[in-house]
């Protein structure tokens, strides 16, 4: 398994370099990412290339057989770039150009941009090609990172007329789609149309949705750029991007990953705010866009911070957040950086060492963890998740509903995370995926809030219920049109004969409203779940009740319902709940369709599994600082300790078990 970190060999005098792959190479470490925005050191004049420096860092590194993944430099543009041609700089929503001085400060969109970075990355590619110790690449870093993945330049707005014009074919379809009738909008003339600007108040949802759509495309033509010549000149070597995760939801993930070997993603479990149910959800998120293992490229292993520092990972959270990844289908772990840099914008961000160098606890903790990876890596390398849930991710909802979030406190990622945090909490595995993906793999799906929802989209999820699937679909379902044009049939659009309701009405809520749900299997209201934010009032068409609402003018009234339909089911959930009321749910539901918990563990316990063939690794971890009893139905033993486990066994605090 590769194991590695992110080294700045640039940062440091050369004759450290031997040491570092030294120290490296006692901890374990056989891989590390160099050169990501080293472009003015690569090319400090335009044309002129040097690559000396990388070359003997390659070299002191390959001396401890380091394997290198190398970052295409395309970031960080040199400021004689900028310089020679100001017009490459990003320009934001309100009209101003950001200034060099930053990273991520250009549009990707640019002719000129793009013809420099073809050139960097045409230059790298011919100069390593052939360097036995460089085993594959990194496209750029975090697209659409610091507010980057929109820009607002006239080359921008050409470009999107032209798009548009390949989208719809002529104007008047356009005006159609956008319903641009409204406000005297109606366009005549292509270049006429805008840019969402910030000073448009609301612009035409229509066009909100498709700059977003635009906008995402451009960033994964950039890659496709960078692709291609990686491809063309380095056939034998893998390529990759460095995904974010979280709030982040600004680019198609699944049209990004697509160009790729396999996803890369940047893991930064913030103590102050992420939860164990969080962090794997963004592992789940990062497995689907490809629906394969993937590589953490940035692990955290120091105290983050820029101008402020944030808490230390306790002893043990290391190893622990790394196997965690691996549980949800890491196949390599890369943590940033080896070494906090004295300089620079990112002086305060620790890496596995601090400033002066020295090996302390995370080292110490990095190298445990090393060690435990060289027995047992190899054996996990390629092992599959396999799921029997999973939860549909659209980014035209995510896209459409940032233009109209709909309720202020309805947010596209926090509301499909209700549904992952109850399977996470009960151990169930859970698959992210497209709509179009094959569902017959799964007894159940869930498709949260699927705003837009195109024909195509309907058919599949039918068929698939037809055959005997049961979905789960919810809130704002169905309301939009592909170009965001809401639907003229009544709610939840497309599906409501599958699901066997409609939605007589809805009511927005203010914050802070709840209105109790009243379960039908179980009148007693003593501890009765709660919607907020959103409430379908439902009407039934052949659908059976499942929960009422207990409250305001339309207590009685549906609010959960199922419906069978073909040898399948549909469930249409018609309010935002509280954590009671998902409990409830996929209690019941992964009782209907037959889905177990991976293993019965106490709060704070996660169990994942991978399979390789048919052997399956179950890895149960202890997040919490105590140890924790769990009771194991069958004889396993642990690759870990070699112990052999079997009923009441105790885990450690922060640690981990995999059993076989
Ligand atoms: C991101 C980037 C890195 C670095 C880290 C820490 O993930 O990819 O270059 O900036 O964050 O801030």
Known sequence: MYYGADYYPEHWPEERWPLDAEMMAEAGLNIVRLAEFAWAKLEPERGRFDFDWLDRAIAALAARDIHVVLGTPTAAPPAWLVRENPEVLR??????????????????????????????????????????????????????????????????????????????????ALNRAWGTVFWSQTYTDWQDIPLPYADVEQPNPGLALDYR???????????????????????????????????????NYFDLA?????????????????????????????????????????????????????????????????????AHGADAIVYF????????????WHGILDHDGKPRRRYCEVQQMGRELERVGDEIVGAEVRSQVAIVFDWDAAFALQAQPNNPDLNYIDHLRRYFTELHRRNVSVDIIPWNADLRHYKLVLAPMFHVLPPEAAAHFEKYVDKG????????????????????????????????????????????????LLIDADPSTAAAPEGQVWCDVLALQGAKVIARYGGQYYACRPAVAINTHGRGRAVYVGTVGDAAFYERLL??????????????????????????????????????????????PAEHRDLLSGQVLHGAATLGPKDVWILI
Request: hydrophobic share 35%.
């Open 91 to 172: 320009v934001r929503a309100d009209g101003r150009r950001v200034h060099f001085g930053f990273r991520r400060s250009v549009c990707l969109v640019s002719e000129t941009y793009r013809a420099h970075s073809q050139r960097i990355v045409q230059a790298m590619a011919e100069h390593y090609r052939d360097n036995p110790a460089v085993v594959g690449w990194q496209i750029d870093n975090e697209f659409g990172c610091h507010d980057s993945a929109r820009c607002y330049c006239d080359e921008c707005r050409r470009a999107f007329q032209a798009w548009l014009r390949e989208r719809y074919g002529s104007l008047e």
């Open 213 to 251: 759509r635009f906008a995402s495309d451009a960033n994964v033509a950039y890659q496709r750029l960078q692709v291609e010549i990686l491809r063309r000149l380095c056939p034998g070597h893998f390529v990759t991007h460095n995904f974010m995760a979280g709030q982040f939801q600004e680019l």
């Open 258 to 326: 697509r160009d790729l070997d396999f996803v890369s993603w940047d893991n930064y479990p913030d103590l102050r705010r992420s939860d164990p149910a969080q962090l794997a959800f963004n592992h789940t998120c990062i497995r689907g866009w490809k629906g394969q293992s993937f590589w953490v490229m940035e692990e955290e292993a120091g105290p983050p911070g820029n101008t402020v520092i944030g808490p230390s990972p306790r002893p043990g959270d290391i190893r622990l957040w790394t196997y965690q990844a691996i």
């Open 337 to 348: 950086r080896w070494r906090t840099c004295r300089f620079g914008a990112e002086e305060y």
């Open 469 to 516: 699937g049961t979905i789960l679909f919810d809130v704002r379902t169905g309301v939009k049109e592909a170009c965001n044009q809401a639907v003229d049939m009544p709610l939840p659009g497309l599906v409501a004969d599958l699901c066997g309701v409609t939605v007589a009405e809805y009511d927005s809520l203010p914050r802070g409203l709840r209105v109790p």
């Open 587 to 632: 209690g019941w539901l992964l009782e209907t369709v037959d889905v177990r918990p991976l293993l019965e563990t106490p709060a704070g316990v996660e169990a994942m599994a991978r399979w390789q063939g048919t052997q399956r690794m179950l890895f149960v971890l202890n997040h919490t600082d105590s140890p924790q009893t769990v009771t194991l």
